[in-house]
């Protein structure tokens, strides 16, 4: 007689419950498989709430998940340890449940548990249980399908572990795994985070400092070029300086002797001679009073410019007052919004006027002045013209023949200013003056050429 076939719905309930079989132990086997099946399902309840525990760290987590498995277990005790070199930020690195406590000092284990503990820590992929040797069990933590620990524990008196009970074990224990590993991670980034705040710090730090450098890199320029216009407007005096000591005062003190030995001689010739001694006495005088303002005006030009620099214009002024005692009235006009120069370019200009006020004052016999300082959109004009008695065409003459050959040195000033403009990418021009004398006009393009482009 054939044994019929059993339905797949058989099949399936004795893969549920673990029955084999129609016999009449039917019953008893039916009772064992709903209590397991009834202790499977509160495991699997008690993995659930060890998930839910998860965001409060991995130490909540791991103690959940050891009282799960102890609780589906009736365990005595049951221990969850991490393998050596796995995990290396997990923490506990093992915990134990006995009597309904929970201890991560391994001084307090006791020597049953103490031989687990080493087969998990150093050998993880022996934390296995054989159907034949159920009074301890082990279950092996795994990730990634590596072995990284494990789950041993004593089950209670009369339990049956059952392969379902091991399966569960390893859920856990692979669930305490993954939450250990997230630990890991958690610290990586963590670190990460305070690594980037750090770099982050240390590059606000770095740009204070170069904020705070480049502040004092623009004062250091400010001072810089505050010393080139005081130097430049100290050059200006002491050259005019050294001019009226070397040639003006010397002309001075020879007028004044020729008067001394012309007084003399009428003075001893007596008669109407002695008149014209006596008018003769006061040119003397005059002439005297004449070298003394002379040597004051030197005085006062050697020394240095305590006054405090600003924009051109203003510099501009400050220069018109250089040649006050050559009674040289000098006027300065601005036309157009100032534009913000190179340093050296402003000194240049500075120069320059400085040098046409002195050819004015000096070598023309000039009166008055008129430097007009011109912005526009393309250029910087400067031009001083002068009442004075200069001739353009011969300025022009002796300009070409300096600059070809230094007979004289005479009117050297005006190749060094012709120089001057060149360097600034602009040129020189001298012609006759609405005032009577010679007008210098400078034009310089904007923006300025610098020396790196004029040396090109």
């Known amino acids: 007689m054939s044994v019929p076939e059993r339905s797949p719905h058989t099949a399936d309930l004795g893969v549920l419950t673990g029955l084999r079989s129609g016999k009449r132990s039917f019953y008893p086997a039916y009772v064992r498989s709903t209590e397991r099946l009834e202790r499977t399902v509160e495991a699997l309840d ?72 080493k087969v998990l820590r150093t050998r993880p992929w022996e934390a296995a249980t054989s159907a034949e040797d159920r009074a301890w069990v082990r279950a092996p933590m795994t990730l990634d399908d590596e072995p990284v620990g494990g789950i041993a524990a004593e089950p209670g008196v009369g339990v049956e572990v059952a392969d379902t009970d091991l399966a569960i074990l390893r859920v856990l224990a692979n669930q305490a795994a993954v939450a250990l590993h997230n630990t890991y991670l958690f610290h990586a980034a963590t670190a990460l985070r305070g690594r980037t705040e750090e770099l982050s710090e240390a590059a606000e730090r770095q740009a204070r400092d170069l904020a705070a450098r480049s502040a004092e890199l623009a004062q250091t320029q400010e001072r810089l070029f505050e010393a080139m216009q005081r130097q430049a407007l100290d050059d200006e005096r002491h050259r005019i300086a050294r001019e009226l000591h070397d040639s003006v005062a010397q002309y001075v003190l020879s007028a004044g002797m020729t008067v001394e030995v012309c007084r003399a001689e009428l003075e001893a010739m007596g008669g109407a001679a002695a008149d014209i ?82 050819n004015s004052a000096t070598h023309g016999a000039a009166t008055r002045a008129l430097m007009r300082l011109r912005y526009l959109p393309e250029a910087v004009v400067l031009s001083v013209s002068d009442d004075g008695t200069g001739d353009p065409a011969q300025l022009r003459r002796a300009l070409q023949l300096s600059r070809a050959a230094d007979v004289s040195g005479r009117h050297r000033g005006l190749a060094n200013m012709v120089a001057r403009a060149e360097e600034l990418g602009g040129a020189l021009s001298i012609r006759r003056s609405g005032m009577g004398g010679v007008l210098l006009r400078v034009r310089i393009p904007l923006p300025v050429r610098t020396d790196q482009e004029a040396g090109r």
């Not at 923490?91 to 449940?97: A, K």
């Not at 400050?318 to 006009?333: E, F, I, M, N, Q």
């Not at 200009?349 to 040098?355: D, K, S, V, W, Y």
């Open 46 to 117: 008690g993995i659930s709430r060890a998930l839910v525990r998860t965001a409060e760290g991995p130490r909540a987590l791991v103690e959940a998940v050891v009282r799960t498995a102890a609780d589906h277990l009736q365990a005595r005790w049951l221990l969850l340890a991490v393998a050596d070199g796995a995990l290396r930020a997990a923490r506990p690195r093992f915990l134990l449940y006995a009597d309904d406590v929970l201890i991560d000092d391994e001084t307090r284990l006791p020597a049953e548990v103490r031989a687990h503990l």
């Open 277 to 358: 001694a006596g008018q003769l006495a006061e040119a003397k005088d005059l002439s005297r009073q004449a070298v003394e303002r002379l040597r004051s005006s030197i005085y006062a030009l050697h020394h240095t410019s305590n006054e405090p620099t600003g924009p051109l214009p203003v510099m501009l002024e400050r220069l018109s007052t250089v040649h006050l005692p050559t009674a040289l009235d000098v006027r300065v006009t601005v036309q157009g919004g100032p534009v913000p120069l190179p340093p050296r370019a402003e000194q240049s200009i500075l120069r320059l006027a400085g040098e046409a006020l002195f």
